[in-house]
């Protein structure tokens, strides 16, 4: 999605969370009173501690090809990522075009490559040298509507929605004006598009797809293409969206749009850790524990329309990358956040990333280690649920732990430009010998212990 439409989003998908909330056993009994799973899907075990990794394959290097893209591929797997989301890869619209190189989400031919990113054996390529060093490629996917210059507009403009004149129309309220949408109330858009999403899995061995405004696609059309592209091999979907039904039987894992708005308003200084507490809240109660959020500090979205990393979290960045790593969620790193990306990369032009060491990347690294080594910090039922730890600034600073029977880790964030001394509650929850995972010392709490933090500041502990 090329603007920003989080906030209002998030609104609209809160009225439609439906079905139950939690997963629990199947019906043996045919008890109309026992609870039943939500979450019908499998996800791939290989995504138990995966961590997404976006590339902007046009701005990712110089050349903006796959072939230029391959030769990062071991500095990503230094890295610690798992799964590559490559943006869309189809050839681009040059009707209402926007800018020079126009927008990847303006898809002229489902079937084909951009020839701006290379051929379609360079892709194949790309994916087969990615999956031979142990990653997973899934791929950008824009169902919702189409450039105007698709083909399917001349051979079927029935599978188009129209506007009040009878024209062909772009996403209504949006500035988007270089796409046309798609109408899904057609049975042959919804076979055509289900089998080009196909032909990717089985032509070039993807691994899934990320799908751009998931909802604005009817569920029951995700809830069959899943079932068609499992049937091929096991997938991994990720759908763009905000909304516990998307969960059930078409999608792994959603945005949590909600939980970086809530992080934003408080690190510039408009709100406290309340609003935090309340994403955590629903996240636990409202969200079956097999539903994976996707907790990103920055995409290609936010860069281009919101600002930079460093614009949006200022000094506060390094502990929000530390709880998008260590709090429930999968994390996602945008291309150039590890090398310490500071501008806003063009979307609709050509870019550069000056690829460098960076502390960012060096947090990053620890991090995906650390979450790897660590069960209690694995994705959905493989981990452990966060549980809060209530201590004396609890507007100010953000403790919990993520415990089961084999790991346990107490995290705790200075969410204040202030430095604050804590004592925390309930020892029977934090007290134990720990090792910090930073500081690389040992140290035992106890129920009367007193911790100070730096202005930002945090301290992740590991049971040793």
């Known amino acids: 999605m090329r603007n920003s439409c989080k906030t209002w989003l998030f609104s609209i998908c809160s009225v439609v969370l439906l079905g139950g909330c939690k997963t629990t056993q199947p019906n043996a009994t045919n008890n109309p009173y026992q609870p039943q799973p939500y979450v019908h899907l499998t996800h791939p075990e290989w995504s138990k501690n995966a961590s997404i990794y976006q590339i902007n394959t046009r701005q990712f290097t110089p050349e903006g090809t796959f072939k230029a893209a391959e030769a990062h591929l071991p500095r990503l797997k230094d890295l610690g990522v798992d799964i590559l989301w490559l943006m869309p890869v189809n050839p681009i619209g040059e009707v209402n075009r926007k800018g020079s190189l126009g927008s990847p989400y303006s898809v002229k031919d489902y079937y084909a490559v951009n020839p701006e990113l290379g051929t379609l054996d360079d892709f194949k390529h790309f994916v087969k040298a990615a999956h031979a060093m142990g990653f997973k490629v899934i791929l950008d996917w824009v169902a919702n509507h189409t450039s105007w210059d698709n083909v399917l507009k001349a051979e079927h403009p029935e599978w188009y929605e129209r506007d009040y004149k009878g024209d062909f129309r772009p996403t209504p309220w949006w500035d988007w004006s270089d796409i046309i949408d798609l109408d899904y109330s057609q049975p042959g858009l919804r076979k055509y598009m289900t089998n080009a999403m196909k032909y990717w899995v089985e032509e070039v061995d993807i691994d899934g797809y990320r799908c751009d405004v998931a909802g604005f696609v009817p569920v029951d059309f995700w809830n069959q293409v899943r079932k068609e592209l499992d049937a091929i091999k096991p997938v991994f979907m990720l759908a763009e969206w905000e909304s516990r039904d998307l969960h059930a039987n078409a999608f792994d894992m959603t945005y949590a749009w909600s939980w970086r708005e809530k992080i934003h308003a408080i690190t510039s200084g408009h709100a406290d850790l309340n609003g935090l507490f309340v ?182 502990l590991v049971r040793p």
């Not at 996240?283 to 919101?306: C, G, I, L």
């Not at 029977?405 to 720990?434: C, H, M, R």
């Open 279 to 460: 994403y955590y809240s629903w996240n636990e109660s409202a969200f079956p524990k097999d539903a994976y959020r996707m907790t990103t500090v920055s995409n290609h979205d936010t860069n281009a329309w919101e600002g930079t990393q460093f614009e949006t979290f200022g000094d506060a960045l390094p502990a929000v990358i530390v709880l998008s790593v260590v709090g429930e969620g999968m994390p996602q790193i945008y291309n150039g956040q590890e090398a310490g990306l500071d501008k806003r990369l063009a979307f609709f032009e050509k870019d550069e990333i000056t690829w460098r060491p960076h502390p960012i990347g060096d947090l990053y690294k620890t991090l995906l280690a650390l979450r790897k080594q660590h069960t209690a910090l694995w994705n959905g039922h493989w981990g452990a649920t966060m549980q809060r730890v209530w201590n004396t600034e609890p507007n100010k600073v953000l403790s919990f732990v993520r415990e089961n029977s084999e790991d346990k880790v107490l995290v705790l964030i200075n969410f204040s430009d202030q430095p604050q001394t804590i004592q925390l509650q309930d020892p029977v929850l934090f007290a134990g010998e720990y090792e910090d995972v930073f500081a690389k010392q040992e140290l035992t709490l106890v129920a009367d212990s007193s911790i100070s933090l730096p202005a930002w500041g945090y301290q992740v």
